[in-house]
């Protein structure tokens, strides 16, 4: 027995390969479901597929690239925002060690790209919004820029963007 993995979109149909979806599996060593958990099953099992939860494509050579994971995507006016792609642009600034971006509850557009940032030197909140309007689309761009000691990790060193999140942070940008 083989092993599939496809990419589907938000109707849990394939797409095209190059396309971004979720990664799914189906083999004898993906799991059947939860234990004693059927909603929750039902929740990421389709099919006998299994919903990983990873954003991934897969690129003319067959191989498959993880461009992020669902759960930290934001979702800003109907668009997708993966946030490793804000933050590989962020990182590029000579000045910034380290960024993570989250997603913020917004007024007008539902979500907006807040960035968390370690910096080596100081720079301002619209310096780093204008190197970022030089490369990205105007809504990846970040609309709120905080400037942080360090970010918190976890033991093995992952930023940890759950510890970022601020439900309440409303925005009228």
């Known amino acids: 027995m083989a092993t599939n993995i496809e990419i589907w979109n938000d109707l849990d149909q394939k797409v095209s390969n190059g396309q971004a979806g979720q990664i799914v599996v189906k083999g004898p060593q993906v799991m059947k479901g939860y234990w004693n958990r059927p909603e929750d099953t039902q929740e990421v099992m389709v099919n006998g597929y299994f919903k990983t939860g990873d954003i991934g494509k897969i690129l003319e050579n067959g191989s498959i690239k993880i461009v992020d994971r669902l759960k930290d995507m934001i979702i800003v006016s109907g668009f997708n925002v993966y946030p490793n792609e804000v933050e590989d642009v962020l990182t590029r600034h000579p000045n910034i060690i380290e960024a ?36 990205l689309t105007p809504y990846k761009v970040p609309k709120k820029v905080f400037f942080m000691d360090a970010l918190p990790k976890s033991s093995v060193g992952k930023i940890l963007r759950k510890d970022l999140r601020i439900p309440h942070l409303e925005q009228s940008v």
């Open 100 to 135: 993570a971006v989250v997603a913020q509850p917004h007024i007008k557009t539902g979500e907006c790209v807040c960035a968390f940032l370690q910096v080596d030197e100081a720079i301002s909140e619209q310096e780093v919004i204008n190197f970022c309007k030089e490369t």
